[in-house]
Structures are given as structure tokens and as C-alpha cells.
């Protein structure tokens, strides 16, 4: 298992986050959602 560095930030509607290690970014409405897309992203 690896560990990466995610950022989120909330931008308007959205929570945006980012795994500059990987090139990887995905969103979500709420924090929580945000965090599990991430994560999907990551581990394809």
C-alpha cells in the first residue's frame, strides 16, 4: 500500500481534489464524496 498527498479545496458548488503526485483530479458535492472519488481515481 502507498500513501499520496491529496489537496481538496471547495470551489463554489463543488469540492475539487487533487493528487499532483499522480496527475489525478476528481470532485465531488460534499467532502465526504469528494474524498471516496479520489480515492476510485487512485487506485485505477
Do not use: D, H, W, Y
Not at 30 to 35: D, I, K, T
Amino acid at each position: 500500500m502507498r500513501t499520496f498527498l491529496v489537496s481538496i479545496i471547495k470551489e463554489e458548488k463543488f469540492f475539487v481534489a487533487r493528487c499532483p503526485e499522480l496527475g489525478v483530479t476528481s470532485q465531488g458535492e460534499s467532502l465526504e464524496e469528494a474524498q471516496a472519488n479520489i480515492k476510485g481515481a487512485i487506485e485505477l
